[in-house]
């Protein structure tokens, strides 16, 4: 993986689509030859949700240098507004894939609105106290999950907080409520649209750095100063990749939430957040290639070591420990850097 | 008086709050760090102290001393294996070592300890005969005709809290280690070359972050006690903030951002909305930052071109 890093940026990319096509291809053959356990069937979408939540938590952390520990929030954002579109654009859309692609817009839109709102305080910050604002502001969305009616009746929309004051005629339907979530979903999220959605993430992604805007992005992530004094809009640019970050997360938690028969708040909290941070930080910052394997590789292992039952998430826990002190071991890192040939690479800090 | 009464316990459980950020604000001064698995070092305080007592039958007071004893070796352990190897490692990567490690303590305490919850035994609860002959618990004092209640457990951890804060001002101010540990969080460099063992300092300094947790755990434990593996990560996320409210890295801000944090959540919880009562203290924090991006006591750090 390593040597990917020696090529030029449009390899890598196109080397990256072609990882995902191909992995789509076999997962598929794989499938239709009967060859694939339901387990690993039925995780195809949370891992393809988590895929797109690691690349888009990637530009934030990786391409704009910027901690963020509230990626949760917008997936929420994105599952339930998502949902709530999907019930009810029910009887308008009777096809399921156009349903899933308007929800999916649908969780984008609300996510990427809920991005640029908080986006205003919290670019306006540096460093570690950013950190703990998305963390503040994952938390809050959180909780007004938890407490949020919302219901849909021939009347148009009713909406409501800590209380059931929605009201609803009798044909209405109650879609939010509060703790208890969304409940009766359609499943109407499929593998495919997951790869699809994981292709044009890493489409706008690809095309974003490769711009003038990623450049500039990038050189506020390497030095905001210097950045600065050549003209570059600082808020400008961090707003632009804050905001793409959050319109994708909530595109994956569309997707994610359509998986399901429920879907509940407390299913996005900060241990969601967290979870996705590692994977980016275990792939690579900036890499996007390490990010879906990263992603991929460790929603399936906990379900992989099921054979070690209790133990799994300890181990999980060793293994996550154990790969971070070897991937920064000076001794290791050197003895790795021999086998590169000439140039060195490396979109890492 | 119901004023009173939430204020009480507000300072009470910011008391609390504030035991806890100090274990987060002197490890963030000195290794620049943010140790997520400090939260987890109370659970595990809690569960020592829980099984010293009810299970071995030791005093309420050798218990705690136990669970300070077995969380300061945890925090030098987990801080010689897992974050001294990363020294020089980006400080992401130690964050998500830290993440490993707070699943790990977790987890391990879900085998150890099962996901059964336990209930913590209230050590400041005193049998009392009542002069009709019947017997009850006596929790706390009562002021003005019963109009005030507080208990023998928010007494404690308020006095515990301001006797921590003296003592460990003083230790910073005064004593060599004290010293250490600030010209460290100073210039690491700088401390190396005035002979000054960065890595012993940074050890000290977890060590008594840890015990502290333990005692934290504790107190938690008497005010809410209900025992479970992940008992520890709500309010190590609400200390870790309340470090960053009062200004990560300063001692004096862990206690003032500490309490602050308390009263608001107890008061948001009298006076709004139990349920929003999380969201109120986060908005909160996140205005102060706005007004005060380095929080309360925090330095203005300059920015050098």
């Known amino acids: ?349 | 008086m119901s004023f009173l009464n939430s204020l009480i316990s507000g300072i009470s459980l910011g008391s609390i709050y504030a035991i806890i950020a100090l274990g987060y604000t002197m490890v963030y001064g000195i290794a620049k760090m943010l140790n997520f698995a400090h939260g987890d070092v109370i659970m595990v305080g809690a569960y020592i102290c829980f099984f010293a007592t009810s299970r071995f039958g030791l005093p309420p007071l050798l218990g705690v001393l136990l669970a300070v004893i077995v969380c300061t070796v945890l925090g030098m352990t987990i801080e010689k294996l897992a974050y001294a190897p990363l020294r020089s490692a980006p400080s992401l990567a130690v964050l998500i070592t830290a993440i490993g490690v707070s699943y790990f303590l977790q987890n391990a305490a879900l085998l150890l300890w099962t996901p059964n919850p336990k209930v913590f035994p209230n050590f400041f609860a005193r049998t009392v005969l009542t002069p009709e002959g019947a017997v009850f618990e006596k929790t706390g004092v009562e002021l003005f005709g019963g109009a005030l209640r507080i208990s023998y457990v928010t007494l404690v951890t308020i006095l515990v809290n301001v006797v921590i804060m003296i003592a460990l001002t003083a230790f910073t101010g005064n004593t060599k280690m004290g010293k250490a540990m600030r010209a460290c969080s100073e210039d690491k460099d700088a401390a190396r070359l005035m002979g000054i063992s960065v890595n012993t300092t940074i050890s000290v300094t977890f060590a008594i972050g840890s015990g502290l947790a333990a005692i934290a755990g504790v107190l938690f434990m008497s005010a809410y006690p209900n025992l479970v593996p992940t008992t520890g990560s709500m309010p190590g996320i609400k200390a870790f903030t309340a470090a960053v409210f009062g200004g990560i890295g300063s001692i004096p801000g862990a206690f003032l951002g500490g309490l602050l944090l308390g009263v608001i959540e107890i008061f948001a919880k009298t006076y709004i909305s139990t349920q929003l009562s999380d969201a109120i203290v986060f908005a909160v924090l996140i205005i102060v930052l706005l007004v005060k991006p380095t929080g309360l006591l925090g330095r203005q750090i300059r920015e050098k071109v």
């Open chain 1, 1 to 349: 993986m390593k040597k990917l890093n020696l090529t030029k940026t449009s390899r890598r990319s196109f080397l990256t689509y072609g990882f995902v096509i191909a992995a789509y291809i076999i997962l598929q053959a794989v499938s239709a030859g009967g060859a694939m356990s339901p387990l690993l069937k039925g995780m195809l979408v949370p891992i393809c949700a988590y895929v797109v939540m690691a690349i888009s938590l990637n530009l934030t952390v990786g391409i704009l240098g910027e901690l963020s520990l509230g990626h949760a929030g917008f997936m929420s954002v994105g599952a339930f507004m998502g949902v709530t579109a999907a019930i009810s654009l029910q009887n308008a859309i009777p096809s399921p894939a156009l349903r899933l692609a308007a929800a999916l817009v649908v969780g984008a839109l609300f996510a990427g609105i809920m991005g640029f709102l908080i986006g205003i305080p919290v670019l306006r910050l540096n460093g570690d106290y950013l950190a703990i604002v998305t963390l503040a502001f994952g938390e809050i969305i959180k909780a007004i999950f938890n407490n949020f009616y919302l219901g849909l009746d021939s009347h148009g929309f009713h909406m409501s907080l800590l209380q059931d004051n929605t009201h609803l005629e009798p044909d209405g339907r109650l879609i939010i409520a509060g703790p208890m979530g969304i409940g009766r979903i359609q499943k109407i999220a499929s593998y495919t649209a997951g790869v699809i959605l994981i292709l044009i993430c890493l489409i706008i992604i690809f095309n974003l750095v490769n711009s003038r805007a990623g450049r500039a992005i990038m050189a506020i992530r390497d030095n905001r100063i210097a950045a600065e004094s050549v003209g570059i809009p600082i808020t400008k640019y961090k707003m632009m990749a804050f905001v793409t970050s959050a319109a994708m997360a909530g595109a994956a938690g569309a997707l994610f939430a359509l998986n399901y028969s429920t879907v509940v708040a407390n299913k996005f909290d900060f241990n969601t957040s967290i979870l996705v941070l590692v994977f980016v930080v275990l792939g690579g910052l900036g890499n996007m290639l390490g990010s879906i394997i990263a992603a991929a590789a460790l929603t399936i292992l906990p379900e992989a070591l099921r054979q070690f039952a209790d133990y799994r998430m300890l181990v999980y826990a060793i293994v996550l420990i154990l790969v971070m002190l070897v991937r920064n071991n000076p001794t290791i890192k050197s003895f790795f850097e021999r086998f590169r040939f000439g140039k060195k690479g490396g979109a890492e800090e």
